[in-house]
Each structure stands twice: as C-alpha cells, then as structure tokens.
C-alpha cells in the first residue's frame, strides 16, 4: 500500500532538506555583512574575495579592533592564513596593503583632491596565502575604543587584545580554523609578533577554543633586543662605507663595543660624530632618495627615525618628477643610538614635535584611507566615531614592559614553531647587523652555512640556517619595508616558508 505524501514529505524530504541546510550554514563562508563589493579607485574585478569590519574584544570598553581579510587567489580554503602586523607601535597595518605587498599597487593622484587609482599586483602575498590586515593595538588606523583610557597601552596588553581578537575572528571564520597559521610583521611588529605567538601557545596549553593552528612566524628588520639592536648601527655604518675606518676604530677601542650607551664622554662625541656622518641619509634605505616637500626646505634627519613614503621626490638640485610609485611609510620611530627600553616608547609625532618629517611623504595612504566613500566601502566607522585615519597615530601612549624577545623566540622554537628573521640589507633603522648578531646568540646549532639564495635567476641576499627551524635571511638591495623595495624577491621567500621548503 502507497504510504500518503505527507508520509514521504515528513520522514524523507524535510529530513534531507535540513541535512543540506545544516551542511550549508556550517560550510557558509565569511559573513556576507563584511564582504567588501567595491573600492573608489579600482576598477575591475577583485582577484579574490574581501571582507572588513570590527571585531569587539571589550564590550565594557567599547573596545573594537579593524581589521581587512583578503583570501587568498589560489585555495583559500587550504592556504595558510597569515596576520600581518605592522610596526610602530601606533602604525596601522594598512601600511602593508598600501604600500608593501597588499592585492594592489597604488598610482597617485594626477590632480589634487583626487584620490589615488588601484591596479593589480602581481606581486601581492595573497597570491600563496590569505591576510588579515589588523590595526593594533585600539586607538592604531580605524580601531578605537570609547573608553579613551585603552589608549594606555604596551607590549603585553596588545598581545593580549590581539590574541582575544583572533579567537573571536576564527569563530566568525570558522571555515578557516583547520589552515596553517602564521604571524607576519615588521619594526616594531618584532615585539608584536612574538608576544602574540606566545599568547596563542599559551592559550593553547590551556584548551583556549577555537584551536588556532599555529606553525610559525616571520619577522622583518624587527626589534628584538636592547643591547643587540642598540649596537647595530657602528658596525652597519662601517661595513657600507658610510663612515671611515679611522673613526670605527676610534669608536670600537673608546666605546669598548658598547654603541648605544655611551659609558665616557669621549666615546659619547665620536657616536655623535657617526651621527653627523649619516645624517641627510634616509635611514629606512641609505639608496634612496630623501623626499623633501617644496615648502619645507632641507631639514636634518639626525634627531628623526621616520620612515618614508615617496610618490615623488624634490633632490637637492633636482626638479620634481615623478617616481614609479615609491612609497614608503610613517613610523618605526626610535634614535638610532636609542632602541627600545622597558618603559614608555614615544611616538612617531612626539619625536617628529608635530613638524614636517624629512625624507616622508604618505599623503597617498592618507588621502585614500581619509575618504568617505572608502571607509563606506569597508566597513569602517566615520570619522566622529574612530576619529581620523593617521598612518601612525601618536594618540596612544605605549610601554614596552615583554623585555628581551630573545626568551621568546627560543621558547617558540624549541617549541617546533619555524620562524624567519628576515633582513633589507640597507636599511638604517634597524640593521641587519644586529639581527645577524642576535640570532647566532641563540647559541643553536648551524645547519645551513651561509650562502646566497636565487630568486628569477639573480643572488637576492644571503641566509644561515639553525637547528629548530630558525632561519635568518637578508635581502639585497632592500630598506626596511622590504616588500617595498623588492616584491618579487619578497613574495618568493615568503611563499617558500610558509610552504616549508628551503629558500
């Protein structure tokens, strides 16, 4: 006997339908209030898929971290995810997307007032891998918080908020929970990064949910160690032929090797003399160009560590023309004698006493992130609510309280996590030489002697490799955002990490 329909309809057909409901609402990807449709500038089709918005992780507070997630072009559902943090600290992360090695290259604006026009990049990291952009820590890029006093913040707070942000954003991504996950930065970031991979293992060891799947990290030109990065510069300096070799050794017998805490006067004036000598360089790449604004006049560099966007440049003795498109970005701000110490760091426009920065021009970044119609487009708040984009904010007050990042990284290695120190070989800022020095401190064993690495067919820097997956690297030629200054050599060594081969 036939069983009726409603018979077939409520055992058989409802129950598949909710089956293939269930399956769709558990695989359904990023939520579609975040995906990003459109960007005054570009026209075209996105590569891939983007989304952007908030994540609140103090309700209390009102404390709500930006980010932008851009999948990735190949297989964004295996791909590694990768949080990209940039340095400061108080520097948005936009600085990456912008000008480094986001999904798209930024042509300036011919007229002023315009805004500036986008076109692919080939070169871009979500080519091999999905990225988080994030601005961090609350009060950085478009992340605020209502309760102005998180604006106090330091190493640890801000690995702490970056870690509760990533727990809430897996939980809204759950499809990419199962990825690899890596860490990214650079300057400052070499304090962000680490912090916040320790976070996350402890988290893990915890049971904290959802499991993060933490393989490993990368660090560029990043800020490790007070005696390391603070002896630096001399040697750096000698080796470029920036300074002479009687005053090196002046400097190494007065100074006893000691470079960033002069102990006598006399080794005092010969580190100032090192200063004079580099003074007028643009710190961030001693090759390039300083950009001077027409109204501005020559202006020393010796008493400023800011980086440097370039669109155009006026030389000494030049006419202004235009640059393919140089850019180059605010803030990893320290004295070159004076790197980072527990307490309190300042800020790019407290060291820069609010003047016009020599050798930087972000007007780009600036123009486009300040725009009405693109915050529109992704998901950020107005201005009257997270106040006006600055590439580097100087509204926080930061603490370095994580000390050495030295433990760190030995915990996080001996641990199995792969992490790649990696170094623009001319940059000023923070020299490879003392990336170099500190880690061969480790006191690992070597197990790749040093050589060249070969990307399209030409040397592109040199690179040592130590027991427990720790490898440093240098880039040839490039300053200290050094997807800026070589893309090409930058997407390779990055896609082969994050694949586990050797570079």
Known sequence: M????????????????????LCFIMTESAPQSSIVTQLPGFNGTFPSKHYSGYVTIDESQGKKLFYYFVESE????????????????????????????GPFNFEAAKTKGGLPKLHINPYSWSKVSNVIYLDSPAGVGYSYAQNISEYDTGDLKTASDSHTFLLKWFDIYKEFVANPFFIAGESYAGIYVPTLASDIVKGLDAGSKPVINLKGYLVGNGVTDETFDGNALVPFAHGMGLISDQLYQEVVTQCEGNYYNPSSDSCDALLSKVNQDVDGLNIYDILEPCYHSPDSGMQSTAHLRLP?????????????????????????????????????????????NSASVPCINDEVATSWLNDKAVRKAIHAEEESVSGPWELCTGRISFNHDAGSMITYHKNL?????????????????????????????????????????VCNEQVSGFTQGYEKNLTF???????????????????????????????
């Open 473 to 503: 690297l240098t880039i040839k030629g490039a300053g200290h955002t050094v997807p800026e200054y070589k893309p090409r050599e930058a997407l390779y060594f990055y896609s082969q990490f994050l694949a586990g081969k050797s570079i």
């Open 413 to 453: 290695t001996s641990r199995g996590y792969r992490a790649l120190i990696y170094s623009g070989d001319h940059d000023m800022c923070v020299p490879y030489t003392g990336s170099e020095a500190w880690t061969k401190s480790v006191g690992y064993k070597v197990v790749d002697d040093w050589r060249p690495w």
């Open 74 to 101: 190949r297989n964004p559902s295996e791909d590694p995810v990768v949080l990209w943090l940039n340095g400061g600290p108080g520097c948005s992360s936009f600085d990456g997307f912008v000008y480094e090695y």
């Open 2 to 21: 036939a069983k009726p329909y409603h018979y077939y309809l409520n055992h058989i057909l409802i129950p598949i339908l909710m089956v293939f409901f």
């Open 308 to 352: 440097s966007k370039i669109s155009s440049f006026k030389a000494l003795g030049e006419t202004e023309r235009p640059l393919p498109v140089r850019k180059r970005i605010f803030g990893r701000a320290w004295p070159l004698r004076a790197p980072v110490r527990d307490g309190r760091v300042p800020t790019w426009p407290e060291i820069a």
